[in-house]
């Protein structure tokens, strides 16, 4: 599977983004799909998945829950994070990753496939 990220920029805190993945290759709905941020200086961290299925099961970091939103359009093979109120400990590059085995959604370690990451910058 190939995944292309997009939809980073720059936005001021309390402000919104919505970040896309499109994904190649593979048929989309055999896989869980996760997002990850990495900020500076900091380790990779789970953000928030999505079960195989749209409207399916998600999850998310405590940090972000009631902030952000996961989503998919399987007919479009794409995931898509909607990042409401953004402060500025949001900053960092955002992953998209695709899982087949469906488990431990939040560890990175169980991802197969990952997208190249996109840019989030919040400034005060």
């Known amino acids: 599977v190939q995944l292309q990220a997009s939809g980073g920029g720059l936005v001021q805190a309390g402000g919104s983004l919505r970040l896309s993945c499109a994904a190649s290759?593979?048929?989309?709905?055999?896989?869980?799909m996760g997002w990850f941020r990495q900020a500076p200086g900091k380790e990779r961290e789970f953000v928030a998945a999505?079960?195989?299925?749209?409207?399916?099961?998600?999850d998310y970091a405590d940090s972000v829950k009631g902030r952000f939103t996961i989503s998919r359009t399987n007919a479009k093979s794409t995931v898509y994070l909607q990042m409401n109120s953004l402060q500025l400990e949001d900053t960092a590059v955002y992953y998209c990753?695709?899982?087949?085995?469906?488990?431990?959604?939040?560890?990175?370690?169980?991802?197969?496939?990952w997208g190249q990451g996109t840019q989030v910058t919040v400034s005060s």
């Open positions: 290759g593979r048929t989309f709905g055999d896989y869980v």
């Open positions: 990753a695709a899982q087949a085995r469906g488990s431990s959604w939040s560890r990175e370690e169980v991802y197969d496939y």
């Open positions: 999505i079960s195989r299925w749209s409207g399916g099961s998600t």
